[in-house]
């Protein structure tokens, strides 16, 4: 009877397919519960995009944070470049730096106004 049972038992099934995106739509909404939590706006955004592509090449979790984070370096980076722009600085009107080259201070410049004029050498020697 043994050998019956066990040659028409149905094999086990697989949790179904709705419990398992129950399960990881459940921790994905505690994700997104944390980076609202710690302030992370930008990889929030990213991980609408980064975690279906992690779960499709079953990445490792320390991967998928590594491209979280890359995500966000890059649109902090992207962010501050457009600002820049936007403000329009005069540098590059100038010739690049020229504004800021124009009242450097050069070695070995006195830039007190009066008083015993000493100049400082590379080597730190004092000479009158």
Same mark, same amino acid.
Do not use: C
């Given at each position: 009877? =043994?050998?019956?049972? !066990? +040659?028409?038992? %149905?094999p #086990? ?6 419990a ?9 909404? /505690?994700?997104?519960?944390? !980076? %609202?939590?710690?302030?992370l ?7 609408a /995009?980064?975690?279906? !592509? +992690?779960?499709?090449?079953?990445? /490792?979790? +320390? /991967? ?9 370096? $890059? #649109? ?5 470049? =457009?600002? #820049? !722009? ?16 124009r009242?450097?201070?050069?070695? $070995?410049?006195?830039? %007190?106004? $009066? $008083? ?6 590379? =080597?730190?020697?004092?000479?009158r």
């Amino acid at each position: 009877m =043994t050998d019956t049972a !066990t +040659a028409t038992a %149905r094999p #086990r099934l697989a949790a179904p397919a709705s419990a398992v995106a129950a399960t990881t739509a459940a921790v994905f909404d /505690e994700a997104i519960a944390l !980076t %609202r939590r710690l302030k992370l706006p930008h990889i929030r955004r990213a991980m609408a /995009e980064v975690i279906p !592509t +992690a779960k499709a090449q079953r990445w /490792e979790r +320390a /991967e998928v944070v590594r491209a979280l984070l890359a995500e966000a370096a $890059g #649109r902090d980076a992207a962010n501050l470049r =457009t600002r #820049r !722009t936007r403000a329009a600085f005069p540098t590059e009107s100038l010739g690049g730096a020229g504004l800021w080259n124009r009242f450097a201070v050069r070695a $070995g410049q006195d830039t %007190r106004q $009066g $008083g015993s004029h000493r100049s400082y050498s590379s =080597t730190g020697v004092v000479s009158r």
